[in-house]
């Protein structure tokens, strides 16, 4: 049987080189935004390009475009995964149980998975709109609504939901199930709605973990690439496909101005989580898990 010693000693190298790997990533990403790129013969240290990338307004509209999609695909899943995990966890009879079952297939499924499955199932050449058009439904399969590659961006709306969803719930089901539940009870024997206990009562203890649900999904759908670049539109591109765009144009000019916006990016979400924890502290439930 290892010893935690022991343990932390096979751990080590592997820890160190993927700490080295990072750091040096970062430090090289940071020497680079601050103008120090010395193939092509820049070696003085200024913010000019941070300057450029927070005055550049198409960099500024993407900002905001890619914000308001990863803040709203984040607080709809949540909303959604937090009314299924308290029914769930309310529910003990088979049914429920199934259907809590079904709700973590998702998470075992790559977005790709998700992305692929829409454009053959919701596109207008896809499967559901050729059969409408069989059933005369639809005079031609291109009058099916435009969910993908739409400027709205309800193709990458929906996948989101379809994977962070079932996340939400497995995450906030396993923690109602571990709540005691006499809390609620004496709330509703002293006169308390369910509405209310729910309000008062479980929603604070189960708080700092959907608040960690939220970061975690919002961290991740502001940074992602792939279902954006598949499932997006070109008019309304999102960040990372933005810096990926600028990227590919192979012009090395443009490298220290592409490294402060991945920085930029980062520190963002960093400073995003940052006050989502402070928010998550102050509120009911955040500092001793109940209701103040």
Known sequence: MLTKRRLVLLLAPFCLFMALFFFSAILKSLWTSLGYYPLIGLHHLSLDYYTIALHDTAFLRTFIRTFNLAFTSTFLACLIGLGLAFLFSQQHNRLSRLLFKLSQ????????????????????????????????????????????????????????????????????????????????????NLGASRRQAFWHILLPLVQPALFNAFIIIFSFTFGSYEVPYLLGNQQAELLPVYIYNLYVQHDLTQIPLLMSLNLLLSLFTVLFAGLLLKVSRWLPGGRTGGSR
């Not at 499924?109 to 005369?136: E, M």
């Not at 291109?142 to 990458?156: A, E, K, S």
């Not at 969803?165 to 923690?175: D, G, S």
């Open 105 to 188: 297939l998702p998470v075992m499924l790559p977005h790709i998975f998700v992305v692929l499955a829409l454009l053959q199932l919701l596109s207008q050449t896809g499967l559901i709109p050729r059969l409408l058009w069989r059933l005369g439904l639809l005079a031609q399969p291109t009058q099916f609504p435009l969910v993908v590659n739409d400027p709205n961006q309800i193709g990458i709306l929906l996948t989101y939901l379809w994977k962070e969803v079932p996340f939400v719930i497995v995450t906030l089901t396993l923690v109602l199930r571990q709540i005691d539940l006499r809390y609620q009870k004496v709330a509703l």
